[in-house]
């Protein structure tokens, strides 16, 4: 692939930098009445998520980093890696355990989520921001116990347990934002 | 947004605009400045490394560009023997855009023959107050979100004087960097290494300076009260004369406040072989760079023989507005912005 310079950045940008894969979040243009121009810049670690500063002066070159991002559907767990399988050309990755951690959590059977791939490799996925689940278990609720802020908690169908309202039944279908774990509302009754 | 309704929104800040313009000329009269003007289309446009300009055609002579800055003009009417001359004026930067630059601009440039540095000071402080005056923003001004430094306050004194410090302090403090100003190039970018600058292999001594300078120091500049930064290291002189009892620094000094560069002032080069010699080691860098060269302002070199000793400096109108109004880009405080034309 060719370099880029920095007249090319713009948000969305991947580059390599110091080895890793980033995104350019923000860039701005600055120049010292004296000096030369340079791209004030705001990065993100695609595998640590870290964001950094960096001032590329102009004319540096900056090496394309290698990453795509695939729609794959997750199938099933085996061993110590998940399997999944890209929805278009029907081929199949394992990814092992670590590489997903806790998104684990949220990812129940069939869910379609963007695996990022580094040099052909899978180093991440990214869940949907919602996603929506049958109760397995809960103790039972309360008909007409819609006191707020306090929880009980329930069991979804990859093990994860979510703080939910007492009114809440096992059967019923909940709706979870992925990122923070938190209930949201329910969106189907047993 | 169409474009009725956006030049609506922007008449309060063209108001104050111009009502600070007036302000300013009115402090230059006092001090007995003449209001003068000069070419904007010339032949040398200035041999600055970082400094390109916008071709306005040709003729017999030669190719003609539009000025980047007033002063190879203005220093040949001081050398005629007009002691205390201003200048405001557009000036026009190639490719450069952001949100404190456009590429068309306005400046004011002043010089005080046998004047000091200090005179210069005491001008920029009183021009900020004028302007801060005139906006209703006197002793306190606004500073938004988007231009705060890492020290960063909601609000910046503009009264009670303004901080002095210099270069090396800076660097000193910010970077732990102990600067003489006679360093090779491969030992600036060992410096800026050992301060965490990632620098590469083929930056030259200024632009080593400026990595520096950028990552480390103006994140803390003049976040808590406009900051003149004085005594440049030689190699960064541009046009400015070198330090009576001083060998590797420069009389030249910037203003800078909550995050914007203001103004840069030298004590002026009047040496015209030292000049003629700087002129063409810069215009050696630029075609080496592959950028245009310029031919060297044979007129101001002749006038540079009798010129007396000057101090000049520049200041950007549309920076000085932006501090005083509390914007956060040099497009809020102009009607038409260079994509708005």
């Not at chain 1, 600055?30 to 004319?59: E, H, M, Q």
């Not at chain 2, 609000?155 to 210099?166: H, I, N, S, V």
């Amino acid at each position: 692939m060719a370099s880029y310079d920095t007249s090319d950045i713009r948000k969305g940008l991947k580059v390599m930098l110091d080895g890793a894969p980033y995104t350019v979040v923000e860039f701005q243009f600055v120049k010292p009445g004296k000096g030369a121009a340079f791209t004030r810049t705001k990065l993100k670690n695609l595998l640590t998520g870290g964001v950094i500063d960096r001032n590329l002066r102009s004319g540096e070159k900056l090496e394309p980093a290698n990453v795509e991002t695939k729609s794959m559907q997750y199938l099933y767990k085996e061993g110590d890696s998940y399997v999944f399988m890209d929805t278009s050309t029907y081929d199949q990755v394992h990814i092992p355990d670590e590489t997903i951690g806790d998104d684990s959590k949220f990812m129940p059977e069939q869910i379609v989520v963007e695996v990022l791939f580094f040099n052909d490799r899978a180093v991440g996925v990214t869940l949907p921001n919602f996603i929506e689940q049958k109760v397995m278990a809960t103790e039972p609720g309360f008909r007409g116990d819609t006191a707020t802020g306090v929880t009980k908690p329930a069991t979804i169908s990859t093990g994860a347990q979510v703080p939910v309202p007492l009114f809440i039944n096992e059967g019923d279908t909940i709706k979870i934002d992925t990122r923070t774990g938190d209930y949201l509302e329910r969106v189907g009754r047993a | 947004m169409d474009e009725r309704s956006r030049l609506l929104g922007r008449q309060p800040v063209l108001v104050v605009r111009a009502a600070i313009l007036r302000a300013v000329r009115a402090y230059f009269e006092g001090q007995g400045f003449v209001e003068v003007e000069t070419p904007s289309r010339v032949y040398a446009p200035g041999q600055e490394i970082h400094l390109d300009a916008i071709p306005a055609g040709r003729d017999r002579r030669g190719e003609r560009f539009l000025i980047t800055s007033p002063e190879y003009h203005m220093k040949r009417l001081v050398a005629s023997g007009l002691p205390r001359i201003v200048q405001f004026c557009r000036c026009f930067r190639a490719e450069e855009a952001g949100p404190f630059h456009q590429p068309e601009f306005t400046m004011i440039e002043w010089y005080r023959a046998n004047g000091t540095m200090g005179e210069l000071m005491q001008d920029c402080e009183a021009l900020v107050e004028a302007a801060a005056r005139v906006a209703g923003t006197w002793p306190c001004a606004d500073v938004p979100a988007t231009r705060r430094g890492s020290h960063g306050a909601e609000a910046m004194p503009l009264g009670g004087g303004f901080q002095r410090t210099t270069v090396r302090e800076l660097l000193r403090q910010h970077a732990g960097i102990q600067l003489r100003g006679d360093e090779t190039e491969a030992e600036m970018r060992a410096l800026a290494a050992s301060a965490g600058c990632q620098v590469t292999a083929d930056a030259a001594w200024d632009d080593c300076f400026y990595q520096v300078f950028l990552d480390r120091i103006e994140p803390h500049l003049g976040s808590s009260r406009p900051t003149f930064v004085s005594d440049w290291p030689l190699p960064l002189a541009a046009l400015a004369r070198r330090k009576p009892g001083e060998l590797l620094t420069a009389e030249r000094f910037e203003l800078y406040a909550a995050g914007i560069e203001l103004a840069n002032a030298f004590g002026e080069l009047t040496d015209s072989v030292e000049q003629r010699r700087r002129f063409e080691e810069e215009s050696a860098i630029r075609g080496a760079r592959g950028k245009t060269v310029y031919p060297l302002d044979e007129q101001l070199l002749g006038a540079l023989e009798h010129m007396p000793p000057t101090c000049g400096i520049a200041l950007g109108f549309d920076r000085l507005v932006m501090l005083v109004t509390g914007a956060a880009t040099i497009r809020d405080v102009v009607a038409f912005g260079d994509d708005e034309v």
